[in-house]
């Protein structure tokens, strides 16, 4: 298993849309709204760093109104 925490910004008033859409999402095991540098924080977990990829890169990032994201790895 590979997991990993995903910080996210998001534009404008779309926090709430994303949290909802990312909480629907396999993988993704906690969805946080956050004060600081970030909007929100998942706690994703796939099979693989070839899964992890795929959700962070073809699923998170296409959610409207997602800016940035930036992955920090689970090591233990």
Sequence with gaps: MQGA?????VSGDHTRSVHTTLQRMA??????TVTGAYDLIAQVETDSVKSLAE?????IRSIDGVTQ?????ILN
């Design 5 to 9: 925490f995903v910080f996210i910004n």
């Design 27 to 32: 993988g993704v095991k906690a969805v946080y």
């Design 69 to 73: 994201t930036n992955t920090c790895l």
């Design 55 to 59: 959700l962070i890169l073809a699923k």
